[in-house]
């Protein structure tokens, strides 16, 4: 019964750290998004651009 439960222990550490690696390998590997004009509104195109949004009209 003890050896069970230790390796019910690791099997549970095994699966969070599968799941922090996938989420932190995804945050990382996000595309970089630019953004483009489109009727006069700026518009984040493939993914989360880095730079802010730029201010006013575009033509």
Known sequence: MNAFNETKKFVILGIL??????GIY???KQPEGRW?????TWIA???TPKVPKPIGVCK
């Not at 750290?17 to 996938?22: K, L, P, R, S």
């Not at 483009?36 to 006069?40: H, I, L, S, Y």
């Open 36 to 40: 483009v004009c489109k009727t006069g």
């Open 17 to 22: 750290a599968a799941i922090a690696f996938i």
């Open 45 to 47: 195109q493939g993914g």
């Open 26 to 28: 995804f945050a990382t």
